[in-house]
């Protein structure tokens, strides 16, 4: 079999997680040579293991052994083909958003900041400040482990909307190249209250990108310390008719139009207003800066799991919403 020697066996993927969590892989391959791909299935049919992606670790709760083939994808180089840029799964998010502001394109300045893999970014459609990177996707390249081929979805193809994707259900597919189609006309996207302070002249995609990084270096937490992913939940999507009923629980509640006369409500607003921001649970924690980020002092997952755990049935108790968890749970 070719590249066998690229296959590793019992790599700890400690500092491959952000939350710091003590894992091992049974097995475990770095694709930077696309060739390789093409060894992945005759390896895990011989060893009678399935196989996972593993991309930067920033949106994941790994257990302490993953039995398994785990597949990394460094491969990051970048193809300009006018207004197309398509990007290989391995490039730092946020190294490509730099990248594409030098090069004079814009759109992406509202995603700045955003931890983890260009790979990574279709499976839950990151978003962030009125933003979402379906916008700029026309085209994800996937090689499909099980019928050892290459396979691409258009945009519409992704099915993509709140922090879903197609490719949350596909698991035989690793993303390999994600192709943006970019403007070089800069329309600033302001909308976000957070960006309301911005006034739209002399505003240029680098002054949205600085003023986003601040706001965040403000709200969230910095994995490298707290280890963390981000937001643990996400924002519920519920109808007008849920909506009154929660109203007249809490007639404070925070919520933004969505598509189809839903509305989102604020998971964050709901986790403060039952006294959770700061909240620990032996070694997990909700963080003091953002309600929604739960920090993370244990090698095991099972204290994150149980803090999670205890604010979905707080939040059900008194509101009768199911939190949804965010991160994968491996
Ligand atoms: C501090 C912090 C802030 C964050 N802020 C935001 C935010 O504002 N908005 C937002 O949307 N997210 C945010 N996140 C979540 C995270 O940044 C994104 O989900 C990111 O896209 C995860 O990238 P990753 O490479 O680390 O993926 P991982 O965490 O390694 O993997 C996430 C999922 O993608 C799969 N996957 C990874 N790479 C591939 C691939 N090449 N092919 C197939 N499947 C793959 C994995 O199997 C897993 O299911 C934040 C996280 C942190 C830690």
Redo the contacts with the bound molecule.
Sequence with gaps: MKSLNKFQQSLSLKEK??LKINSVARFFIEISDLDDLNSIQDFVTEKKISF?????????VLPNLIDKLVIS?SYDEIIVEENLITVG?GKN?DDFVIWSLKNGYSGLEN?S?????V???P??????YGSEVSHFIEEVI?FDVELNEFISFTNSECNFSY?KSI??KQSS????KVKFKLSKDFIPNLEYEDLNSLKEDNISPNTIREHILKV?NAK????RICP????FFKNPIISRNELDKIKQINPSIKYNSYLDNKVKISAAFLIESLNLKGFTLKNAKVSDKHSL?LENKSEKPKDILDLASHIQSLVLDNYNINLEI???IF
């Design positions: 997680n952000l996972c992606t593993l991309g930067e670790g920033s949106n994941v994808i799964a998010w995603l900041g955003i931890p983890g893999s790979g990574a970014a499976i839950q459609n990151i978003g962030a996937c922090r490719f949350q597919l690793v993303i390999i965040r969230i937490s910095d994995p963390n992913v981000g937001s980020v965010e991160p994968l």
